[in-house]
């Protein structure tokens, strides 16, 4: 008799682990220049590769995260239901709802809940999504009327150390990219979905 066993690809884990390895290469390159040098040089153009990899790669995580946590054929979110239904709220879920509405009609499935998106850890979340969205969709501005630069950064700046190495003034895409706001990234993202597995009694895929 021949056992057959079945697997998945975990995405969600292999994004976010992707995304600690760019922004552990910011910090060795910053490293690289002491706190007096760095306001004096340019910071090395791969710096910037690794942080835009960061992070969408750490919203990537969350994307993978909340599909395999509604999927999983065992433990999953749906474990409940009939096939039938199981794919119809899937194809809503995928072609139409954001990142946070479908974490949001998770807990309000399995324990009745909604997310409070006025509060931490969600509205870190909300803002780094912000930032993905415009680092995928950037539109080019003028420095003199960055409007999309100054709408980050009322909603950043106090989040994270800014960039101290010589670049220009806009707070977007310049004066955000550091490794602290990369390993700001990491860690919302990460701790995000420990927690909402936690909550919710599911699996937790990046542990």
Partial sequence: MRVHGRAKSNFAAQHINAAKYFADKIREIEQRYS?????????????????????????????????????????????????????????????????????????????????????????????????RNELTHYKSEWRDDAKISQKLEARLKRKFKLNEFRCGSVFFPERCVSYESARWAVKTSLEFMKDYSAKLGLPCLVA
């Fill in 35 to 131: 706190s007096a040098e760095q306001p004096e040089v340019v910071a090395p153009q791969e710096r910037n590769y690794y942080w835009v990899s960061t992070i969408l790669l750490s919203v990537a995580s969350l994307e993978a995260n909340i599909y395999d946590l509604f999927t999983d054929e065992y433990r999953g979110i749906l474990v409940s239901l009939d096939q039938a239904e199981k794919q119809r709220i899937l194809e809503t879920l995928t072609k139409t709802k954001p990142i946070l509405d479908q974490y949001d009609i998770g807990m309000n499935h399995i324990i009745g809940q909604k997310l409070d998106s006025g509060k931490d850890p969600i509205q870190s979340v909300s803002d780094l999504i912000a930032l």
